[in-house]
């Protein structure tokens, strides 16, 4: 399955950002790519940094966005997902995957602190859906911090777990952007799964657009700071030695 993830610089402008998810799907279809990712609230733009707080959002709107990408999805046979605010009886960080059959369906971040409790309501979907055979899991940002969102995934056996990321500073935070590198890997090794994040790039960009083997390496990786569509193309592969190891000790094989 050829996969993609698109970063770019998201802002409190829906139509603006709109555009930007717009174009990166044509792109991504002239490529051949079956499921883009695009970042955690890149329709909407994330409070308080793009816009002051869920007030602000026009919900009409964010509608309006969602069907127009319902009907992309479906009249150009791709898959993608995007990260909103949105609004039902509460409002929630939201990640919400469009495909072709016209259904859509949504994962709410779970693991709020700061800004997030502040302004969101916790999720209660589990993010695991199914396409072409593969299983994904998806997670938001914080999430990447704690093993169990992951070892979830892990149990259900997903095959390629997606995590969209808003984690932007506004001055240049290397020690950052590597600390969540690290999370990333051994997320993917500890669980055995291949897995792919997407961020936002301004200021400057804290946690990578990349692509992370099942033993943590780390495949392909987006230049820092700038708008890039990364390309990859997921097959499933038969475990090395050590990826056998791993399942076998998490199976439960040996007693610890």
């Not at 259900?156 to 600390?179: C, M, P, S």
């Not at 969540?180 to 301004?202: C, D, F, P, W, Y």
Request: glycine fraction near 6%; include cysteine.
């Amino acid at each position: 399955m050829r996969i993609a993830a698109y970063q770019f610089v998201v802002s409190g402008d829906i139509n603006e950002n709109y555009r930007e998810i717009e174009k990166a799907i044509y792109l991504a279809k002239k490529e051949d790519v079956q499921l883009i990712v695009f970042p955690e609230c890149s329709l909407t733009g994330y409070p308080p940094r793009d816009i002051a707080d869920p007030s602000c959002v026009d919900f009409g709107l964010v509608h309006t966005m969602c069907e127009k990408l319902r009907s992309i999805a479906d009249e150009n046979g791709i898959s993608f997902v995007i990260g909103t605010v949105f609004k039902e009886k509460e409002i929630y960080n939201r990640a919400m995957l469009f495909q072709p059959d016209g259904q859509i369906r949504v994962y709410d971040k779970r693991a709020l602190w700061g800004w997030d409790r502040d302004n969101f309501a916790k999720g209660s979907h589990d993010g695991i859906f199914e396409m072409e055979g593969i299983r994904f899991g998806i997670r938001i940002c914080f999430e990447i911090r704690f093993p169990e969102f992951f070892r979830e995934l892990y149990k259900r056996k997903t095959d390629i777990n997606l995590v969209l990321f808003y984690d932007v500073a506004d001055t240049d935070d290397k020690e950052r952007y590597d600390l969540i590198k690290g999370h990333l890997q051994t997320r993917a090794a500890e669980n055995v799964t291949t897995t792919i994040s997407v961020n936002a790039v301004s200021p400057f960009q804290t946690a990578p657009t990349a692509v992370f083997g099942r033993s943590g390496q780390c495949i392909k990786e987006c230049t820092r700071n700038r708008p890039e569509l990364l390309i990859y193309d997921f097959e499933k592969t038969e475990d090395d030695f050590g990826e056998k190891g791993r399942r076998w000790i998490s199976d439960g094989s040996v007693s610890i």
